[in-house]
Each structure stands twice: as structure tokens, then as C-alpha cells.
């Protein structure tokens, strides 16, 4: 019973989760993994290059397909992975998942539990396959699809197994009706509605997924696994060890399979509109999202997080100076890729107030490009914060920012790094737009581009980007003031089409990011995506709870 | 606080329902509330008829409405209804809301609490009304208007306390860095998503819809309630009672409103596509509920209470006489008005198994059809258990029943109910069809229609009932069997298809009922409906948890 090997871990992360607390299984330092760990990785790494990816339990049906290229190299890794018919996907995954939803909810959190340390052991082999897919540096990739990858997942775990024992299995019930009492045994099962999908993105293969995965997989469902087909390896690796630990406890390893496609040939709306398929996490871009979402009409529950356009709100600062190093570093690092980087940055055309008076939207505007490229030029920061940009489409798009409109403070360029002569790199482009140019400031530029706004005030700014939230979805926003008052106003606003704020972050830490056991990633309430890691909701909505009733004579 | 003053009920309350054990806040019997208590509120009722409705403090702007008639004297009540723009009632919805968001869970957990109170001391006034606009008993008027509509109530209350809670409301977040820690203080806010609208129905005016009230005001949801034309004075009387309390406690009354309307003029779709409804329970005919159902595409949230056919299998019993007595009882209960009530007996061709021997199909149909007739003819219980045909147009769809095809075993016919006359009564049919008769049986046939299908053998039941449930919804079902195997298979198979089992069901207990704070009603997995009272789904949908971060210096 692995149960018993992991029921502290899982009661700590039941624990934490409930309080919010910080709370790391998993080191996020590579130096915590053992010495031997990193070039063991890395060998891993290189031995998977050029040849069929093997290690999967699965059927191969319909050859193979593989179209990565990494973005550090402009190399094909030249990887093929097995690719299944859908209608086998889904046998068996029913299959599987028969056996496992007999399982109890504590069975299953122990082999899941299993599975996510046997993961950990090819954490730095996955970060490899990470950054060589999605751009990423090395040290985030080891941190986003390694240690924080794998503590999302526990949360899930954790948030599945409180909810799947919030009622009692069996009892025995009795109402006393005068003279004598009614009994019944009653016992209370929970039903997975799966089987489900997890569709993957290009650009966090990893962290955007175990979180759905585990989700489905600890509620009692199996769960068919559709990555893009330019970022499958990380993705990969991670189900290939789920199967082996699956399949050392008895399992069918095909509860957790990988459907991989190409571009040429997308499974995805095949996948996503199969009959049997009763839930979809999804991640990517909204266009496709709206899509997911609207299979609800046709009875599937859908997970999904989409894009958004995330605001930053310049009231009033102590330093300004670390206010814009903070944010420089925001819109760097992996060069505006990440769904939670900010875009607007609304500033009132009168300034920002400061303990030595108003600094003016221009002189604003001149020190946050001057933070921006003294970053991006450090030979020891830029090239690091910024990794490369996962695809051709996203360089051209940055590459015509230019073009938008609006006065160009900073013309995004090519920035060398050392190690990788080849790599697709853009440091951000800064514009300033005027309030009304709504047209520019309300799509989500995906990538290295920042929108200065100039607004009448930070009542103003708060409406525009209130406004921008509900309309188009919003996953941060950060906020700047050392006013109590305007601080309330804006986190009550924010927080009415449901944005979370970030006040005032300077230093380490930034509103990119989000902390497993204690930030919410996506309210679910904005456009910007329907679900939430990990409150109860992203759990519960994966079974039914059904009671029978006997009746005792 | 008024929670002080409630916080045991409170807390019992989440305790019963999280144990899911027998828990009855407010008892069922009439006895219980005083010796004068039956008289006043039967003058109190009486007192309302033939004029205008006045508790309620709201806006009247359209007039007033008023067509409900007594089932069981065929007179018109005479009372009128303000009648209120929905604009107007979104409006003050939204005004209302705001005030109330701004409220600890506790403290409206508190006042809520204090409302039900309040609603008790009308529970027979209510019940009064239940039946003459449902056509229900006095009895089960009483019952199921008061307290097991309160207790559904409290249950919902109980839940939303729980979850709004599950989570800190602040906390300072610390991550060590080494040689110095990051510092966050984080607060959570559960942001209600409403205003939120609950549809009722004609049959459970008041059962039906506290529930969806509850959970949208527990959660901080402003809530408008659209009753059914026909049905509107029981849930009158209780809104006007949530009116007096939240007016008390300084909230403002238009927090809960009624939304009455005609049957010329409906104003439901009206309601339904007003783009700020967020949150919608409807409990009715499935063809309306599906148009609600779709809503979800323009972003609502729907809480469905639909049609289902329920079935009852029947493989092998003790004692054949108290079954089919217990089961007489459940098709007679309220003419099989209930969306609970058995329709479909699956009966293998070659009988059932009984300690002395098989019983053939030919005599289960005879013993059970005499022992229909011996309830609906017994003096003291026919009338009592039939209670009223709400609508003529359920009347004249049983009275056609004979038609529908298949061997007529029973008539159905008016039964006299001493104490009205002009009752508008009918007794249950019982028709024989084929397990070829799907067009028959696949539908829900509302009101006192039973049919007999002979099918092979259980399995084959089985087989029948699971894709009736499957296809069409079920809420219950029935099951009889003394074998161990049989019954876990039938429980697994009905459950697959998200379908509650009551076994070998004898005595003072039926499938039709639900207890609060133990059986969840409707599993919100098949076409029945999409909701349950009252699991964890049922409140965490009507808001969202945000996060906001401050840095600490």
C-alpha cells in the first residue's frame, strides 16, 4: 500500500493546500538533486535525440510523428513518438480506467504519489527536453516542469483526495419515528465522468498539465494526454514514468497515454468531440479555447486556460527604481512567454508620486526602457532572463510591434547568447499608446512587448484595466501604491471581475509568479479561463457522488 | 452577530451533512410547533385570499399578477403578485448584492439562519398554500414545504459556511531564500459571481427552490425568484420572510425578491438572458431546462433539476406483499407527481424469485395492481396519498395513458376526497408493455402512470433501466433482490450511469424520498439534471476565490 510510504507527504499537502502556506516537496534548486544528477540528466537527454522515443507502454497504431526544433539551436531534436488512433486512445483508456476508479481514493493517492517522485528522478532530463522545445532557460525549465511542475500536481492529489472523503463511504442510518426507527445502510461512492483529455501548449509543457492530469487521474479517471507536437518530449518523459509506476502496482499503464500528432495531421478536435471523452483541460490561446468551451453544450466539462491581457497599475512608489528594475524583469524573463507577464502598464499622464515628489510619465517611460536594456545587456542576466522564443510566428509578431502604432521607446533586437550562437532571441519592445487606443492595448501580444498607457489618473487607469479584465480576460495584475486607500480600490475592483492583484513587488519576486499550495493560477471567472489550480472546483466537477440506500430489517 | 445566536444549528449542521447522518432541524410533524399553531396558520391563510399580496418590500412597477387556482376546489385563490420589471429587479438585485458581498460567511450564515427561523413560524400558513397551488396532502404540504424545505435550506447554508471558509481570509507567506526569506501578506476573497435567478416549478414551489436561494445567498449572490404562475404564494410567504429578517439586520430586503408573472406574459427567458443573471437553478420540464442548460454557452451558470424516467427492477424478494405495498404507496404518493416517483418495473418474463418459490409476471401484475386498489379505495389513506392533479393538462395526459399502447392492467380513475369535493383527483394507471416498447417507456409519463415491462431476465433490466438513465435521465431507482452479486451489480451498473439505488425498499420508507443532510438529490451526472443537493459543486460554482499579494518590506 503505497499509501502508507506517502500518507505524510499527502497530509501535508492536504494541510498546506487548506492554509495556503508555502509548502515545497519538491527543492527547486538543482543542487538539492545530487551531484551526479546534472550531467546524468543531460546524458539522458542527448541519448533520446535522433531516434523513436521507446519508452512508452502504447500501441502504435499509425507509425510515428516528431516535428521538434529546438529553439536554442534551430535543430530538429529528430525524436518520433508513437501516434494511436483516437478510438483506441479511448478503448483504452476506458479499459484502464475501469480498474483504477475501483481503487480507493487513497490507493490511488499513494501510486500517484509514487509517480510523481519516480518523475523527480529525471528532473533534469526534462528540463533539457524543456528548454530545447519551449525556449526556455535552463533554470527555468528545470524549476517549471521539475519541482514546480510536480508540487502543482500534488496539489492536486491533496485537493482530490480531502474532496473525495469529504462524505463517508458506508454508514448506517437511522430515523427514529416514534415507537420504532427506520434503518438503512448507506454508502456514498464517487463516479469519475471521464475518460478525459489534457491538451498540452508549446510553451509550458509540463506545468500547464500535471495539474489536469492528476486532477483527472486522482478522481478516478483516465486521462489521454495531447501536447503540442512541437514541445511532446518533456511531456513524454513525465507519462512514461506515470506508466512504469502505474504498471509496478498492478495498473493498466494506459490510464495516462500519449497521443501525439503533427502539425500536418492535428488529432485534437477528433479527441475533443469523441463521445467518450467527458472532460477537457486545455491550455492555449483563446481562439482554439472558445472552441474547448463551447463543447460544454454538448455535456463535456471543460478545464481550460486561455490568454489574457495582464496589467500592470502605476500609482504611487517608494523607489522607483526597484519598482522598474522588479517589472524589467517581469516583461524579460523568457521574453514575455509566460501567460502570467505583464502587458499594460497604465500610467497617469500627470506621473507617479514618490516620497520626493512626481516623476513624469515621460521620465517614467525613459527609466523603465533604460532598466529594461541595461537588463537584457548584462552579459550575466540577459541572455538568461530572456531564453529564446519558442517559435518563428511569436518573432515576427514582436518583430512588427513597431508597426502598431504609438510612439516606439524601445525597439526590440536580437540579443547573443554565448552558449547558443543560434538561438531565436528578441529582447522586449516598449511603445507608448495613448488611452484611446484601445485597438492596440486590448489584444494579448504574446511575447516581448510592453504598452505604456498614458490615463488621466489612476482612477482612469483602474477603469481601463478593470475594463480590459472582463472584456478579454486578465490572469495578474500588479499594482503600485503606498496609498492604503487607492490600494483598496483597486484590489476591490481587480478582484470584482476576478483578477488578483500583486501590490507593490520589488525585489525577488514577481507577479509572473505563482506559488503551488498558495496562489491560485487563473480565477477562473475572467475570460482569460474557466478553472482554477487547485481550488475545490477544479476537483469536484471530475466525478459524481452517487448514494445507494439498503434497506435493514 | 446573529451567528452567535445560531452558531450551534450552524455548525451542526456542517457536521450532519459532512457525516451525512440523520439531522433534523426542524421536526416534521405539525404536533411539534404548538397546539395553536395549526389553527392561526390556517386563518392566516385564509386571510390572504381574494386580494392583493403586501408583504413584500419591493417595487411594484408593471401591476400586479395573481392566477392560481386550487387543485382541490377548482376556485381561483384571488390573490395578486407585484409584478416588477426585470430591469428593475436586476437592478436592486446588484444594489442589494453589494452591501451583502462586503459580509463575513459567518455573519451571513447568521442572518440567514435567523430567516429560516422566521419562515417557520409560517410553515403552516405555508402549508396551506402548498396545497391549495400544488394539489399536495396537507401532510406532505406541510413536510415538504416546511421543514424538509428548510432543512434542504440549512444543509445549503451549512455547505456554503464550509467552503467559504476553506481557505485563510489572510496569512503572511514566507519562502526562505537562503540567507534572507521573501515576505507576502496574502489575503483570499470569494467573489460571488451572481446576481443569481431561481426558476421554480408548480409542483414543489418551495422545496425545489430554497435550496438554489440558499446557496446563491450564502455565497454573497443577490437572488431573484421566478415561480411558476400557478405556484407563486408558498415561496411569497417565505421571501416576505427573508425580507423582515435581512430588513432587521440592516441588510437591504431587495437582496431576495420575487419575480412574479403571468402565464400570458412570461418573463423567464426575459430573466434568463439579462446579461448580468450570472447563476440560474431551474427545477421543471425538460425541454425548458435545456434551453437553460444552453445559457452555459453565454457564460451562465446553470443548476438543472429536469425529467427523468425512473425505473424499478425487480429480481427476487422476501416477502412479495410488503414490496408491492411500499411500492403501490410510491406510484400513489402525490399521483406520481414527484420527480422521484418509480414509472418504469423492469420484470423478467419467467417472474421473480420469492423464498416459497417463482412468482410469474401475470401474478406480480395482478398483487400489485390489488394492492394499487386497495390504497386509493381505502377510506382512510386514498385520498390522503393521491392528494390532487396540480394542472388539468396532467389530468387529461393520464386519462389518454390507456391509449398509449400495451395491456391496460388498471384504469385510472377520479377517486372522492371527502373533504373537497371538487378535487381534481385520479388514481394510478397500470399498463403492460413489451421491452420492445421503447417508444412507450422512454419517455416520462408525470402523474399516476406505471408500466409493467417484461424483460428476459435481470441482466437484461438492468440493461434497460441503465440506458433509460443514460439517455433520458433518472433520478431514482428501485431494486429488489435477496442476491449479494446481483445487487452490487446492479449498483455498479446504475451508478456508471450516475443513477442513485434504493434496495429491497419495505415499510415506512420509499424510494420518492430524499432526506436532507444524508441523500443527495439528483446526482447532476445524467440527463435528470446537472445538479445535487447539496454536494460541494453546488456551491463552489456561485463564486470564485481570488488571491491578492502584498510585499512586505
Given at each position: ?75 530538429p531534436l529528430g525524436i518520433t513518438y508513437p501516434v494511436t488512433a483516437t478510438e483506441e486512445l479511448v478503448k483504452a483508456a476506458r479499459r484502464a480506467g475501469d480498474r483504477w476508479a475501483a481503487l480507493s481514493a487513497a490507493d490511488r493517492a499513494g501510486i500517484l504519489t509514487e509517480t510523481l517522485e519516480r518523475i523527480s528522478g529525471h528532473f533534469f532530463e526534462i528540463a533539457h527536453a524543456t528548454m ?422
Open positions: 500500500m503505497l499509501i502508507t510510504k506517502h500518507q505524510n507527504i499527502i497530509d501535508n499537502a492536504v494541510k498546506a493546500n487548506h492554509e495556503r502556506t508555502f509548502y515545497a516537496q519538491y527543492p527547486e534548486h538543482p543542487k538539492a538533486y545530487g551531484e551526479d544528477a546534472p550531467a546524468k540528466g543531460e546524458a539522458a537527454f542527448k541519448s533520446l535525440l535522433n531516434q523513436p522515443f521507446t519508452r512508452l507502454k502504447q500501441h502504435v497504431s499509425e507509425g510515428r510523428a516528431g516535428e521538434e526544433v529546438s529553439p536554442y539551436t534551430l535543430e530545447h522545445t519551449t525556449g526556455q532557460s535552463f533554470m527555468m525549465s528545470f524549476q517549471a516542469s521539475g519541482p514546480h511542475a510536480n508540487d502543482r500536481a500534488l496539489e492536486a492529489i491533496a485537493m482530490g483526495y480531502q474532496q473525495l472523503r469529504h462524505f463517508p463511504e458506508k454508514l448506517q442510518w437511522e430515523k427514529p419515528m416514534g415507537k420504532f426507527s427506520i434503518k438503512l445502510e448507506k454508502s456514498f461512492r464517487t463516479v469519475p465522468k471521464g475518460p478525459g483529455l489534457v491538451i498540452g501548449c508549446s510553451t509550458f509543457p509540463v506545468w500547464n498539465s500535471l495539474p489536469g492530469m492528476y486532477a483527472d487521474m486522482i478522481t478516478g479517471n483516465p486521462v489521454i494526454v495531447k501536447p503540442h507536437p512541437k514541445a511532446v518530449l518533456p511531456i513524454a518523459i513525465a507519462i512514461a514514468a506515470i506508466q512504469e509506476v502505474l504498471e509496478e502496482n498492478g495498473q493498466d499503464p494506459y490510464l495516462c497515454q500519449l497521443a501525439a500528432d503533427s502539425s500536418d495531421h492535428l488529432i485534437t478536435k477528433e479527441l475533443c468531440e469523441h463521445p467518450q471523452i467527458a472532460l477537457i483541460d486545455y491550455t492555449g490561446g483563446s481562439s482554439f479555447g472558445n472552441y474547448v468551451e463551447s463543447l460544454a453544450a454538448k455535456g463535456k466539462t471543460v478545464f481550460s486556460e486561455k490568454a489574457g491581457v495582464n496589467s500592470v497599475i502605476l500609482d504611487s512608489v517608494k523607489d522607483i527604481d526597484a519598482v522598474l528594475q522588479n517589472l524589467a524583469f517581469s516583461v524579460s524573463l523568457y521574453s514575455g512567454q509566460m501567460c502570467t507577464a505583464p502587458q499594460n502598464f497604465f500610467i497617469p499622464e500627470s506621473g507617479i508620486s514618490t516620497p520626493e515628489g512626481k516623476i513624469s510619465f515621460n521620465e517614467v517611460a525613459a527609466k523603465f526602457r533604460d532598466a529594461v536594456t541595461a537588463l537584457v545587456n548584462n552579459p550575466k542576466m540577459g541572455a538568461g532572463t530572456l531564453g529564446a522564443i519558442q517559435n518563428e510566428a511569436t518573432l515576427q509578431r514582436v518583430n512588427a510591434a513597431g508597426q502598431l502604432g504609438g510612439k516606439v521607446w524601445l525597439n526590440g533586437t536580437p540579443v547573443v547568447n554565448e552558449e547558443y550562437g543560434s538561438a531565436r532571441t528578441c529582447s522586449p519592445t516598449i511603445l507608448e499608446v495613448s488611452s484611446a487606443d484601445q485597438g492596440i492595448f486590448e489584444k494579448e501580444l504574446f511575447g516581448p512587448v510592453v504598452l505604456l498607457i498614458k490615463t488621466k489618473d489612476t482612477d482612469h487607469s483602474l477603469l481601463l484595466a478593470s475594463r480590459m479584465a472582463a472584456q478579454h480576460g486578465a490572469i495578474t495584475c500588479g499594482a503600485y501604491t503606498t496609498d492604503d486607500t487607492v490600494k483598496e480600490k483597486i484590489a476591490t475592483v481587480m478582484n470584482s471581475v476576478f483578477t488578483p492583484v500583486s501590490f507593490n513587488f520589488t525585489g525577488f519576486i514577481w507577479v509572473n509568479q505563482h506559488a503551488a499550495f498558495s496562489d491560485f493560477h487563473v480565477t477562473g471567472g475572467n475570460p482569460a479561463g474557466n478553472a482554477s489550480f487547485t481550488n475545490q472546483e477544479f476537483i469536484v466537477k471530475r466525478f459524481v457522488w452517487v448514494g445507494n440506500r439498503t434497506y435493514v430489517d
